[in-house]
């Protein structure tokens, strides 16, 4: 992993970063704000204030841009006029507690993510510490209702389509693993599992121009925390509620891997001198792989590996 520079944001939490057709990247933080950072130009402008917390965005053909807002729900975005559009606050009568990411298909189908039925976005680590299981996926057809397509995951997370757009994929973060849904030919409908397993927890996804599924590892797997998936659920409640230094913590790192549709690992690619940790997001464009973070006041561009 060469870095190539740190683009600094007038604010912290760039927790999803995503490139538009024109190659411009839209992140969100912490303050509610939508930013639009010129990458050549290396300047950052606010289009929009979300009132809430944004989360994951999606490009949308027309310009506009999906928002996750974590405390709002799914909103869309005109980055020219920063007229912001409610599209959904709940399914069957029960509101998202925490409205992660969303992707759209082709046919204009968007899936969206709700982390957990049980823990707001700020308290992410409750839910990982109880393992609650109770994130779902849901599917919004255009001009139609909300239904859950996957349901009992640990704290869902990013959503991406694969390229050709035969599957649609969720992070399962507190699972360590990626859950897919087959869209198209003889297993459409059906739910898998994408690739298990895995090194760390995986946080937000996205498809490059070349099929690979980039995921952000926020931090390496804790021993400690995988010791207490396995103990009665009254316990696991109990640690959530201990004092915050006496709970498993993240160790600083910044890591991103990328896999391809059969979830083998292609890139492998991992930091632990960059003063940089909790990366959240990494998106592909032009050879470069821009990483955001939940907790950082920047982005960083990295070299792609050839």
């Given at each position: 992993m060469t870095l190539l520079r740190r683009i600094p944001l007038p604010g912290t939490g760039p927790e999803d970063v995503v490139a538009?057709?024109?190659?411009?990247?839209?992140?969100?933080?912490?303050?509610?704000?939508?930013?639009?950072?010129?990458?050549?130009?290396?300047?950052?402008r606010s289009v929009a204030h979300t009132g809430g917390r944004p989360l994951g965005l999606h490009p949308l053909p027309d310009g506009?841009?999906?928002?996750?807002?974590?405390?709002?729900?799914?909103?869309?975005?005109?980055?020219?006029?920063?007229?912001?559009?409610?599209?959904?606050?709940?399914?069957?009568?029960?509101?998202l507690t925490c409205c992660?990411?969303?992707?759209?298909?082709?046919?204009?189908?968007?899936?969206?993510?709700?982390?957990?039925r049980r823990f707001s976005l700020d308290h992410w680590k409750g839910d990982l510490l109880?393992?609650?299981?109770?994130?779902?996926?849901?599917?919004?057809?255009?001009?139609?209702e909300p239904e859950v397509i996957l349901d009992g995951l640990q704290f869902?997370?990013?959503?991406?389509?694969?390229?050709?757009?035969s599957f649609v994929t969720v992070a399962e973060t507190g699972g360590y693993r990626l859950r897919r849904v087959h869209l198209t030919g003889p297993r459409a409908g059906q739910a898998d599992v994408l690739t298990d397993n895995l090194p760390g927890?995986?946080?937000?996804?996205?498809?490059?121009?070349?099929?690979?599924?980039?995921?952000?590892?926020?931090?390496p797997r804790d021993p400690l925390l995988d010791r207490l998936h396995r103990f009665h659920p009254v316990l696991r409640k109990a640690i959530w509620r201990v004092p915050p230094r006496f709970q498993p913590d993240a160790r600083p790192t910044a890591w991103a891997l990328a896999v391809d549709v059969e979830g083998r690992v292609v890139h492998d690619m991992q930091r632990g001198d960059l003063h940089y940790?909790?990366?959240t997001s990494a998106c592909a464009v032009g050879g470069r792989l821009y990483l955001g973070s939940l907790v950082e006041n920047a982005l960083l561009e990295i070299a792609l590996p050839s």
């Open positions: 538009d057709s024109e190659g411009t990247l839209y992140t969100g933080l912490d303050d509610g704000s939508i930013l639009a950072v010129d990458v050549e130009a290396a300047t950052v506009r841009l999906l928002v996750c807002d974590a405390q709002r729900g799914l909103l869309r975005l005109d980055p020219d006029s920063g007229r912001i559009d409610t599209l959904l606050t709940e399914v069957r009568g029960e509101r992660s990411n969303a992707a759209t298909a082709a046919d204009g189908t968007t899936y969206v993510s709700d982390s957990s109880e393992h609650s299981g109770t994130g779902r996926l849901i599917r919004l057809p255009p001009g139609g869902a997370n990013r959503v991406t389509l694969a390229a050709d757009g927890f995986p946080d937000n996804l996205s498809t490059g121009s070349d099929g690979l599924i980039w995921i952000a590892m926020a931090a940790r909790m990366v």
